[in-house]
């Protein structure tokens, strides 16, 4: 069974405070894509990353930064010195490596960043 | 390049009636995800479009249906509206098929409120 866990229901931080994002997922397959998006209030979803099972390398793109551990099965996503711009609902999402096609996306995490 | 449109924008319908959602793809994608998203949850797949068949499909009735034209756009039906039907209806286009390698790109989703 696919499944994705994000414990963190909400999260508060202050402006320029770093934050990190936790995503466990299980999965019975040895070839899987991970990814992360954020929703604004808008409710557009918005892709910001995407991680093959292969590729445990850990990426920083900006303020943005995420570490992959299979061991531990979690995919944590970090921004640093956050900003009010970072308000959104962040939500973590597994996908089949070679077969299905859907996304199973967790149930997200709503984080606050107050000036 | 054009990004992935939904229409409606919002949408009130009363129980037992049906509902037609459109979705417009990114240009150069071949594939149309549908995804229902309740308040406070994550998306949840509810099938998939590749060069106009149903490629996959959720844990979702018959009277939900769809249909993808040649131009790739993209239409989701829903017949004898439930109150549990009240949700966030995004379309998502990607390019391909089969896998999650390729990631999708969301529309701002069309908000359907059951009376």
């Known amino acids: 069974a696919q499944k994705v866990t994000q414990a963190q229901t909400e999260i508060s931080v202050v402006e320029k405070e770093d934050v990190t994002l936790d995503c466990v997922y299980e999965t019975r397959d040895t070839t899987y894509y991970l990814f992360w998006y954020k929703q604004p209030p808008s409710g557009e979803l918005v892709f910001l990353i995407r991680?093959?099972?292969?590729?445990?390398q850990n990426e920083i793109s900006g303020r943005y930064s995420w570490n992959f551990q299979k061991s531990t099965s979690s995919f944590n996503f970090t921004i640093t010195a956050s900003q009010v711009v970072d308000s959104a609902v962040y939500f973590c999402?597994?996908?089949?490596?070679?077969?299905?096609?859907?996304?199973?996306f967790g149930t997200g995490t709503s984080l606050t960043v107050i000036p | 390049e054009t990004g992935v449109t939904q229409s409606p924008t919002h949408l009130i319908k009363t129980r037992g009636q049906q509902v037609t959602l459109r979705c417009s793809s990114q240009?150069?994608?071949?594939?149309v995800s549908w995804y229902q998203q309740a308040l406070g949850q994550g998306p949840q797949f509810i099938f998939q479009?590749?060069?106009?068949?149903?490629?996959g499909r959720g844990n979702f009735p018959p009277r939900f249906s769809g249909l993808q034209f040649p131009n790739y756009s993209s239409e989701l039906n829903v017949n004898a509206l439930e109150l549990d039907d009240s949700a966030l209806y995004l379309c998502?286009?990607?390019?391909?098929?089969?896998?999650?390698?390729?990631?999708?790109?969301f529309g701002p989703g069309t908000r359907l409120t059951v009376l």
């Open positions: 479009y590749y060069r106009e068949e149903e490629n």
């Open positions: 240009s150069g994608h071949n594939t």
């Open positions: 991680r093959n099972s292969f590729d445990e």
């Open positions: 999402a597994l996908a089949h490596g070679t077969t299905g096609n859907q996304f199973y």
């Open positions: 998502a286009s990607s390019l391909g098929g089969a896998g999650g390698r390729n990631e999708q790109f």
